[in-house]
């Protein structure tokens, strides 16, 4: 079955950078983009970018250009969202999701909590 | 960006009732939306994609309707674990945005 697991939980301070790994197994890793979403507390879900791991290209939401960086290691079916110049407007739960056939995100992983404090 | 304007952001409702909840996309997008089912603590689950594709293990009581700018998700008669956040999403272009939620809370 499909499985995407994210690293556990972190605390960062304001300005740090922060990397989040999410380890997919139960299918082709490079033959469905990988996408990010974020939740900050009682808020909706805010899409992030995406990466293809098979070419290894991204795209970026307009908000995060510049902040964030999505990579891959297809040897380990492993994608990771870094994010840099951490605010407190950062703290959320980090989602990776595999997209389905038709860009939809078809399956989650558990999320990984970025608190960050000073 | 393509803004997406769900409605309503809450509502109550009775075990056996309809529900519907509605999605407006700024601009036409096709047929490219998807409703998720999100409860405290847990990752959205994906239920409709494409407007009106049922998500494979997803219960039929579920289903979608819409094109262009209009879009609809329906549950025919509630039950007790549907009571949820849902969101619609819009993956025509990016960024993908979703819609603010709608709260579907026990009557």
């Known amino acids: 079955q499909v499985q995407l697991v994210q690293s556990g939980g972190e605390v960062k301070k304001p300005g740090a950078s922060v990397k989040v790994s999410c380890k997919t197994s139960?299918?082709?890793?490079?033959?469905?983009?990988v996408h990010w979403v974020r939740q900050a507390p009682g808020q909706g879900p805010e899409w992030m970018a995406w990466?293809?791991?098979?070419?290894?290209?991204?795209n970026y939401a307009p908000k995060f250009q510049g902040r964030v960086t999505l990579t891959r290691d297809t040897s380990i079916t492993t994608a990771y969202m870094e994010l840099s110049g951490l605010t407190f407007d950062d703290m959320a739960v980090y989602y990776c999701?595999?997209?389905?056939?038709?860009?939809?995100?078809?399956?989650w992983g558990q999320g990984t909590l970025v608190t960050v404090s000073s | 960006d393509i803004q997406m304007t769900q409605s309503p952001s809450s509502l109550s409702a009775s075990v056996g009732d309809r529900v519907t909840i509605t999605c407006r996309a700024s601009?036409?997008?096709?047929?490219?939306t998807n409703w998720y089912q999100q409860k405290p603590g847990k990752a959205p689950k994906l239920l409709i994609y494409?407007?009106?594709n049922l998500q494979s293990g997803v219960p039929s009581r579920f289903s979608g309707s819409g094109s262009g700018t209009d879009f609809t998700l329906t549950i025919i008669s509630l039950q007790p674990e549907d009571f949820a956040t849902y969101y619609c999403?819009?993956?025509?272009?990016?960024?993908?945005?979703f819609g603010q939620g709608t709260k579907v809370e026990i009557k």
């Open positions: 494409s407007a009106s």
């Open positions: 999403q819009q993956s025509y272009s990016t960024p993908h945005n």
């Open positions: 601009q036409p997008i096709t047929k490219y």
């Open positions: 999701a595999k997209e389905g056939a038709g860009w939809e995100l078809q399956h």
């Open positions: 990466i293809n791991p098979n070419s290894g290209g991204t």
């Open positions: 139960g299918y082709s890793f490079t033959a469905y983009n």
